[in-house]
């Protein structure tokens, strides 16, 4: 499905550019400096885009399992379970609204693995007790600008999502110090690992 939706959902994600910059700059708050990034199912890459705008110091390499948004973004195809780096690597490593489409419990052991102690993964994604009004509306929304077959995948991908707290949880037992935020739509984890 995502090498079919690609172009759409570059488009989709241009025209919501001031989100991953605003994402980056509250990113940037808990880690000044990153020698290497990697963001996790990056998509066309448009967060890395941003966070090399404020970490140009750093390597960021995007990852997804889509070959044409790997295209989109120069990144690797790879799946998130089996990353194709050494142990203790990156700094920062983020999820943004693709962890909802992962083995949430491999991807977040590969993390912890390619992470170096002290770094920081950070999460932002669906918040699976978002009101119903506001699924269905967003649904609506993606129906029409990307695709009906991808709005419904996500909205099944959404409700079976686990919760910030389940995620928070499984992230302490990997030895982590985690910040969890809830909003209507989205949730955000901030996890160090010590």
């Known amino acids: 499905m995502w090498d079919d939706v690609v172009k759409s959902y570059h488009s989709w994600s241009i025209s919501n550019r001031w989100f991953y910059f605003l994402l980056g700059l509250e990113i940037k708050k808990s880690v000044r400096s990153a020698e290497y990034i990697l963001d996790v199912g ?43 780096f050494k142990h203790s690597i990156f700094d920062l490593i983020t999820f943004c609204f693709s962890l909802h489409e992962l083995k949430i419990d491999s991807a977040l052991e590969e993390a912890s693995r390619v992470l170096k ?29 990307i695709s009906k077959e991808y709005a419904e995948h996500l909205e099944e991908s959404w409700n079976a999502f686990e919760s910030c707290e389940e995620i928070a949880e499984k992230l302490k037992k990997r030895g982590f110090g985690v910040e969890c935020t809830k909003g209507l739509q989205e949730i955000r984890i901030l996890a160090k690992k010590i």
């Open 42 to 84: 990056s998509g066309p890459g448009i967060l890395a885009e941003e966070l090399k705008i404020l970490f140009p110091e750093s390597k960021i390499i995007c990852v997804d399992a889509s070959f044409e948004m790997c295209r989109f973004s120069r990144g690797i195809r790879c799946e998130a379970s089996s990353l194709p």
């Open 117 to 145: 102690n002290g770094g920081v993964v950070y999460i932002v994604d669906l918040n699976k007790d978002a009101p119903e009004i506001i699924k269905r509306n967003l649904r609506l929304l993606l129906e029409k600008i």
